[in-house]
């Protein structure tokens, strides 16, 4: 059975740090791009970071650029996101998502995804 399986959300004040980590289990990730994304209430999800698992190239949208870094452990089949400089608007639900054949820029913009996760809840707030 294939899965995603995120952890590390909670509360942080503006200004601090959380790393999220997204597991993978029951499949392989050969040809796949991982990906972070988030959705707020009301809001459409939307592709934040992805990371191609085969060459490592990476994607990130303007507004967490700088902050926020993607990586990857191939040998842990997990995928991390580390926040940085956290602002209120980062208040989100977070989903890891892996889309195979598709290139980091592709899944990030047009949200392809052939699997997600549960998400994990980020808020930042004083």
């Known amino acids: 059975q294939r899965q995603l399986v995120e952890s590390g959300g909670g509360l942080v004040q503006p200004g601090g740090s959380l790393r999220l980590s997204c597991e993978f289990s029951?499949?392989?990730?050969?040809?796949?791009?991982i990906g972070w994304f988030r959705q707020t209430p009301g809001q459409g999800r939307e592709g934040i970071t992805c990371?191609?698992?085969?060459?490592?190239?990476?994607f990130y949208v303007d507004s967490v650029r700088g902050r926020f870094t993607i990586s990857k452990d191939s040998i842990k089949n997990t995928v991390y996101l580390q926040m940085d400089n956290l602002k209120p608007e980062d208040t989100a639900v977070y989903h890891c998502?892996?889309?195979?054949?598709?290139?980091?820029?592709?899944?990030?913009?047009?949200?392809?995804?052939?699997?997600w996760g549960q998400g994990t809840l980020v808020t930042v707030s004083s």
């Open positions: 029951g499949f392989t990730l050969d040809y796949y791009s």
């Open positions: 998502a892996a889309a195979w054949l598709t290139t980091p820029a592709d899944m990030c913009i047009m949200t392809k995804s052939n699997y």
């Open positions: 990371i191609s698992n085969n060459d490592g190239s990476t």
